[in-house]
């Protein structure tokens, strides 16, 4: 059973920090690339952040580059989102989620919601 289990989030003032983590089970680690998604009311889902596992490489968007640092640690089968300096325009459902390349998504996990109040 491939699971990704999102969690992490919680309320934090504009200007905080905040991370969340993904833990991964039921496949090969190595062998996908992990991507941060995140959904704002109202609005659609987007990619946030990537890391290859394989060979640490790394993609942010532009929203969050700077302030956003993807990691992941092999040994545990988790990937981290450290948040820092969070605006309230980063609050939505950050998803985790699993696939051969960037971008290109196998498998979704449940959302952690992140709140990052003014």
């Known amino acids: 059973d491939v ?3 999102a969690s992490g989030g919680g309320l934090v003032q504009a200007g905080g920090s905040l991370r969340v983590s993904c833990v991964a089970s039921g496949f090969t680690f190595e ?3 992990i991507s941060w998604y995140r959904q704002a009311p109202g609005k ?3 990619g946030v952040s990537y890391i290859s596992t394989s060979d640490g490489s790394t993609y942010y968007a532009d929203s969050v ?3 956003f640092t993807i990691s992941s640690d092999n040994a545990k089968n988790t990937v981290y989102l ?3 300096s969070l605006k309230p325009e980063d609050t939505a459902v950050y998803y985790c ?3 051969p390349d960037l971008w290109v ?4 996990g449940q959302g952690t919601l992140v709140t ?3």
């Open 31 to 33: 062998d996908y690339a």
């Open 82 to 84: 450290q948040m820092n």
């Open 65 to 67: 580059k700077g302030r």
């Open 97 to 99: 989620a699993a696939g």
């Open 105 to 108: 998504v196998d498998y979704w």
């Open 3 to 5: 699971q990704l289990q």
């Open 44 to 46: 659609e889902r987007e």
């Open 116 to 118: 990052v109040s003014s």
